[in-house]
């Protein structure tokens, strides 16, 4: 199994880099491109056996406490087989 935590800014959130993205794709050419928002992607192996419902309370602990800041991202946990 693997646990996958997509980090991104709260819509609210000024994003810096999102907005250079952006800029740089416009003088690239490619047009109609409303929005860019730049975040974190993690990927975690779980071990064999591991409790899908465990690892997802845990794993949703962590990303709320550690892997993300609260205040100014939001997360999405997602565990796959």
């Known amino acids: 199994m693997k646990a ?3 980090i991104t800014p709260k819509k609210a959130v000024l994003d810096p880099q999102g907005k250079t993205v ?4 416009e003088h690239m050419g ?3 491109v ?3 928002h ?4 993690i990927e975690i192996d779980l071990a064999p ?3 899908k419902a465990a690892a997802a309370t845990a794993l949703d602990e ?3 406490k550690f892997l993300s800041n609260p205040v ?4 999405k946990l997602e565990i796959v087989d």
């Not at 952006?22 to 794709?25: D, E, H």
């Not at 730049?38 to 992607?41: A, D, F, N, R, S």
């Open 62 to 64: 962590a990303a709320r």
């Open 38 to 41: 730049v975040g974190k992607y």
């Open 49 to 51: 056996g591991t409790d």
């Open 22 to 25: 952006q800029t740089a794709l």
């Open 34 to 36: 409303a929005g860019v």
């Open 30 to 32: 490619y047009t109609g």
């Open 4 to 6: 996958k935590i997509v």
């Open 72 to 75: 100014i991202e939001d997360y």
